[in-house]
């Protein structure tokens, strides 16, 4: 039986002997309204890759550019934004839907006035909430919405029904592999997921710790066209992160590589990202955070995204 490697590598055969890599028509989900915060889901195939990291230096990068942004540690297995950030959440959004706290009150202010709010049991309990809870959480986000200009939600790895109700509710996922075989072959997985749930928001693929630029973009170009030519759906490269020691520094003392090391190469290459994803117009139909909850509902109800 193939391994993993190789069935990557195979499907890697059949793109270099074709030629060709023409854009397919991007997606819309409606008429986009002006004011409403731009969802971002972070997403991985696999554990192991960087994707919290990546999210919150990710989330620090759009600070530093003026945005006004919103983490939510959606990660139900290993939620640790708040410790690779250096801070204590005491509470999270079950501590919510209990009535024990606010969601002013759950929500931590870090660094350059990033906003985190770890949810913790919460999301389980949002595919439960009656009509009334759901409207109070609904109208308190509407108020933080009015503050935010960029939701991230650092997702959790794998492709578990609540991992992919998160990316399918938002308007954007970002994708994080790295060159490793077996991470770009559940990076391959997942948006194959992505496809077969119609998912219609706009897909775009970071690979973190490659050796350099052309690694980044070989990997980029290859997995763009493979979800174009196999999964028919259009996937963007927004770039690369260098494998860089001041990462692991940055993790030892609790701080995010981006400050403390804010001019070595992966610091760099973030705020690149960020720069870029900026400049990205967001896809027609940006629905900001209620209709990322309203989608969100249905899917944890087991409407859609149920894998």
Do not use: W
Not at 135 to 161: F, N, P, Q, W, Y
Not at 204 to 210: D, G, I, Q, S
């Amino acid at each position: 039986m193939a391994d993993q490697a190789e069935k990557l590598r195979d499907l890697a055969r059949q793109v270099r002997l074709s030629t060709g890599r023409g854009k397919a028509p991007a997606r819309a989900r409606g008429s986009h309204r002006q004011g409403r915060a731009r969802v971002i889901a972070v997403s991985s195939g696999k554990g192991g890759v960087g994707k919290t990291n990546l999210s919150i230096n990710l989330a620090l990068s759009l600070c530093k550019a003026g945005k006004k942004v919103l983490l939510f540690d959606a990660d139900l297995g290993l939620a640790n934004a708040d410790v690779l950030l250096g801070m204590s959440s005491r509470h999270n959004l079950s501590h919510f839907f209990q009535g024990e706290r606010s969601l002013e009150e759950i929500t931590a202010t870090g660094p350059l006035g990033l906003k985190v709010i770890a949810s913790g049991s919460g999301i389980s309990q949002m595919a439960d909430l009656n009509g009334q809870d759901r409207e109070r959480l609904l109208g308190h986000l509407s108020g933080i919405e009015d503050h935010v200009d960029m939701v991230i939600v650092d997702t959790g790895a794998g492709i578990s029904k609540n991992v992919m109700a998160f990316a399918m509710a938002a308007d954007e996922c970002l994708v994080v592999t790295t060159p490793e075989p077996t991470a770009r072959l559940d990076a391959y997985g997942l948006l194959k997921v992505l496809s077969q749930e119609g998912y219609d928001g706009t897909s775009r693929l970071v690979v973190n710790m490659a050796e350099n630029e052309a690694e980044g973009a070989e990997i980029g170009g290859l997995m763009e066209t493979l979800a174009r030519r196999y999964l028919k759906i259009r996937l963007e490269y927004l770039g690369y992160v260098p494998r860089d020691k001041a990462v692991r520094k940055a993790v030892g003392i609790q701080q995010p590589f981006a400050l403390s090391f804010p001019d070595s190469q992966a610091a760099k290459a973030v705020q690149g990202l960020a720069t870029r994803l900026l400049e990205a117009v967001p896809a027609d139909g940006n629905g900001g955070i209620q209709g990322f909850l309203e989608r969100l509902g249905g899917m944890l109800k087991g409407k859609r995204g149920a894998v």
